[in-house]
């Protein structure tokens, strides 16, 4: 509880939603809050906060990830549904699953589907189509942007350009497993 004024909860949670305005001096405490919290509830005109927090002894996602940093590419998809290169930067990749990636970036790709072109070994780079899920400013202008690949596990019929991404996910989860059982 605050013994101050209060705020404007409304215009405040409006503004999450907003891409970030990252000169701005003030209001990344509740981005922090949204990003760490499963609910936060407002009361007595924004003096009273109540953050929710689930235990979840087992992880809700249907693939695991693994660990992976390696500079990537992003590009968005127009609406025409090809990637614009040109307005395209580099990310790093922070980890992977069979269902999609963590990226950080500096350029704002908070939104809307993008192209992914991860370098692999062989020198033929995946090239992968994901839909933003979620963002979150994390400082210094850098942010970290959850992508789901638009596309199923692999099956009989899998797009090729998914059989690179599985193929690449089982490399990694391959060389973690045998890394951990070095330990």
Excluded: K, Y
């Excluded at 101050?4 to 209001?27: C, I, T």
């Excluded at 596309?151 to 019929?157: S, T």
């Amino acid at each position: 509880t605050d013994q101050g004024a209060g705020f404007d909860v409304e215009a405040a949670l409006r503004r999450l939603d907003e891409p970030p305005d990252l000169l701005r001096p003030s209001g990344r405490g509740l981005m922090m809050i949204r990003a760490f919290t499963d609910g936060m509830q407002f009361e007595d005109n924004g003096r009273r906060l109540t953050l929710l927090l689930r235990r979840q002894p087992d992880e809700n996602r249907a693939s695991p990830r693994w660990p992976f940093q390696q500079e990537v590419h992003v590009a968005p998809i127009g609406e025409d549904g090809q990637p614009d290169l040109s307005q395209g930067g580099p990310a790093l990749t922070r980890n992977i699953s069979a269902g999609g990636i963590a990226l950080l970036q500096t350029h704002i790709a908070t939104q809307g589907r993008i192209l992914v072109t991860i370098p692999t070994p062989s020198g033929e780079p995946v090239q992968i189509p994901a839909s933003v899920r979620h963002w979150h400013a994390l400082g210094d202008g850098v942010l970290e942007v959850g992508c789901r690949f638009e596309a199923a596990a692999p099956a009989e019929g899998t797009p090729p350009e998914l059989e690179g991404v599985h193929a690449l996910v089982e490399t990694i989860s391959q060389s973690q497993s045998a890394q951990a059982e070095r330990r």
